[in-house]
């Protein structure tokens, strides 16, 4: 098992060694140890979630992709109702012949398991002087000295020398890290889906697990996170928040509330700029960056004079 995990162990521990390589140079090799380590972790998720960015589209299509399905689910639904079997298989039929997966929105977090079980087995190793990957001899002393507001990195809420401050520390990591995850499920149900009828639907079924069950497991399995592998939970669940965010605002699944905000902030734009709009009778959206084609005028032919 460990032979299969080393190039993980290694790429993550580079990761992080490299940040903090950089980061003295930044700061000055005597600076503060702890927070070059903190740093590093936090470079560690900007890495991560760049490389997931092609993974985050991927998931954004496919539930744009559902939604476009919802009247055909629906009516497969409608048509097998009593043979739960047949449904499932042409449920899957029209999942496979459009190309789209309903799990799609767990991908970014499913593909993020690996790294936070390597994460985490590169931070138990540092706390109990078991050196993984490229993070060993002084570095691994430095580690171990590494410090977050007064909780030593390694450290979980249940470790025996865990003193007051690193339980403290460890609890308002686990409540923002619960928090955010919540805050991020809701702000995709409120602002990005489309409103849609919840008896059968298995998208947002799907999503209200997620926004219910994910911030409990992550504030019952916190007590055994090591505080470094909290703080790169909790930056993720950061940097998730604002990539949404910022895809909700600016380019919204059409029919949700987020899409019906920015048509009416476009028609307003549009109104007050004095270009016409859908909702004046007789007039069309033209885009004024497009050329229209110009009607050919047909020479007017001039009578002939009798002689």
């Not at 939604?67 to 097998?80: D, W």
């Not at 739960?84 to 459009?98: A, D, F, I, P, T």
């Not at 995850?181 to 997620?210: A, E």
């Not at 004046?280 to 032919?301: F, L, N």
Request: net charge positive; with cysteine.
């Amino acid at each position: 098992m460990g032979s299969i995990l080393d190039p993980l162990y290694y790429a993550v521990s580079w990761v992080m060694v490299t940040f903090h390589t950089l980061l003295g140079y930044v700061f000055g090799e005597d600076s503060n140890e702890s927070i070059k380590w903190s740093l590093s972790i936090i470079g560690l998720v900007i890495v991560i979630r760049i490389i997931l960015i092609p993974l985050f589209v991927k998931q954004i299509k496919s539930q744009r992709a559902l939604t476009a399905l919802q009247p055909h689910m629906k009516e497969i639904q409608k048509k097998y109702k009593d043979d739960r079997q047949k449904q499932s298989e042409e449920m899957m039929k029209l999942y496979k012949e459009h190309k789209t997966n309903p799990l799609a929105s767990c991908f970014p977090i499913l593909a993020q398991a690996p790294i936070f079980f390597a994460l985490f087995t590169v931070l138990n190793g540092i706390a109990r002087d078991v050196p993984h990957g490229v993070l060993k001899g002084d570095l691994l002393i430095s580690a171990q000295d590494a410090r977050f507001f007064g909780a030593n990195l390694s450290n979980t809420f249940l470790s025996s020398d865990s003193n007051t401050q690193t339980k403290l520390v460890t609890v308002l990591l686990i409540i923002f890290m619960s928090a955010t995850t919540f805050i991020t499920q809701r702000q995709l149900m409120v602002k990005g889906m489309p409103k849609m009828d919840s008896s059968n639907n298995m998208m947002l079924q799907q999503q209200k697990i997620m926004l219910y069950v994910f911030p409990v497991i992550f504030a019952v399995t916190g007590v055994n996170f090591p505080v470094g592998v909290l703080i790169y939970w909790s930056t993720t669940n950061l940097w998730t928040f604002g990539q949404q965010f910022y895809v909700i605002k600016r380019n919204p699944t059409p029919g949700s509330p987020a899409y019906e905000e920015l048509a009416k902030k476009r028609e307003l734009k549009d109104k007050n700029s004095g270009l016409p709009t859908t909702d004046e009778p007789g007039t069309t959206m033209v885009d004024p960056a497009i050329e229209q084609p110009r009607q050919r005028q047909q020479p007017s032919k001039k009578k002939k004079k009798k002689k």
